[in-house]
């Protein structure tokens, strides 16, 4: 991997401000029309520095971030800030930056850091349309923040229901378990030996199919592995180098 691969990954470009770039894109099309924009002379670039770090240092959710790079007279970086989530405590990346740029005829432009992108910059007419955007972003923060509490109540539900039912599947037919929940389902590790044990995944997605065939999906394994069948359930990494398939696929 090179250096340009190294910052790529520790960057991601498909999100911006926390949010998808498709968000992004949206509220820079709805909120910045650029029927009026703004323009920046040359000789008005440290007066415009300054102006907008002060006029953006009022705006609640918002938080001015430097670049000693932005002094110089060739940048066309006039500032940069981000729009922290709240629920992270505040920690941003560089890819969560925005940008107020001159672009072509001095014209001032908000960019996102996917600076590339024409869909990701737009052209500013006034300051309110940043706090708009301040506003609107806080306010998909919230709402993403309820969505996945909402979420993980429902797991959490589900959760308790598979380990119950579980617990009394354990107690009924005699076996060990453990379990691991993670976000999209719960690991059930059931004990086979004392060598080995049978891991099975229960998508929280699939709750309500998968739980009454848990039963029976036991039951078997177990009746397999007492009479001597060992199985193994992985990815096509496992298969021993240039293994020849024996495909029967049914002819139309």
Same mark, same amino acid.
């Given at each position: 991997?090179?250096?340009?691969?190294?910052?790529?990954?520790?960057?991601?470009?498909?999100?911006?401000?926390?949010?998808?770039?498709?968000?992004?894109?949206?509220?820079?099309?709805?909120?910045?029309?650029?029927?009026?924009?703004?323009?920046?002379?040359?000789?008005?670039?440290?007066?415009?520095?300054?102006?907008?770090?002060?006029?953006?240092?009022?705006?609640?959710?918002?938080?001015?971030?430097?670049?000693?790079?932005?002094?110089?007279?060739?940048?066309?970086?006039?500032?940069?800030?981000?729009?922290?989530?709240?629920?992270?405590?505040?920690?941003?990346?560089?890819?969560?930056?925005?940008?107020?740029?001159?672009?072509?005829?001095?014209?001032?432009?908000?960019?996102?850091?996917?600076?590339?992108?024409?869909?990701?910059?737009?052209?500013?007419?006034?300051?309110?349309?940043?706090?708009?955007?301040?506003?609107?972003?806080?306010?998909?923060?919230?709402?993403?923040?309820?969505?996945?509490?909402?979420?993980? @109540?429902? *797991?959490? +539900?589900?959760?308790?229901?598979?380990?119950?039912? &579980?617990?009394?599947?354990?107690?009924?037919? %005699? $076996? /060990?378990?453990?379990?691991?929940?993670?976000?999209? @389902?719960? *690991?059930? +590790?059931?004990?086979?030996?004392?060598?080995?044990? &049978?891991?099975?995944?229960?998508?929280?997605? %699939? $709750? /309500?199919?998968?739980?009454?065939?848990?039963?029976?999906?036991?039951?078997?394994?177990?009746?397999?592995?007492?009479?001597?069948?060992?199985?193994?359930?992985?990815?096509?990494?496992?298969?021993?180098?240039?293994?020849?398939?024996?495909?029967?696929?049914?002819?139309?």
């Amino acid at each position: 991997m090179n250096h340009a691969e190294k910052v790529a990954s520790f960057f991601p470009q498909r999100s911006t401000l926390k949010l998808p770039s498709p968000s992004v894109r949206k509220l820079f099309r709805e909120i910045f029309p650029g029927e009026t924009p703004l323009r920046v002379a040359p000789g008005e670039r440290a007066a415009a520095m300054k102006f907008w770090d002060a006029r953006l240092e009022k705006i609640d959710g918002l938080c001015l971030t430097k670049h000693p790079g932005d002094r110089d007279s060739r940048s066309r970086t006039l500032c940069r800030f981000t729009i922290p989530d709240p629920g992270d405590g505040g920690v941003y990346w560089r890819t969560n930056e925005l940008r107020l740029e001159t672009g072509e005829e001095q014209f001032l432009n908000i960019r996102s850091f996917n600076f590339r992108s024409a869909q990701h910059s737009a052209l500013v007419s006034d300051a309110s349309e940043i706090e708009t955007l301040v506003r609107q972003v806080l306010l998909r923060y919230s709402k993403r923040r309820a969505g996945e509490l909402k979420r993980e @109540k429902v *797991r959490g +539900f589900k959760s308790k229901a598979i380990l119950a039912k &579980v617990a009394k599947l354990a107690e009924e037919e %005699q $076996f /060990d378990y453990a379990t691991k929940t993670a976000k999209t @389902k719960l *690991r059930l +590790f059931v004990r086979l030996s004392r060598q080995h044990v &049978v891991g099975i995944d229960i998508p929280f997605k %699939q $709750f /309500d199919t998968v739980l009454p065939q848990l039963k029976a999906t036991i039951a078997t394994m177990r009746r397999l592995y007492a009479e001597g069948l060992r199985f193994q359930i992985a990815t096509d990494r496992i298969l021993p180098w240039q293994t020849t398939w024996i495909e029967n696929k049914k002819k139309d």
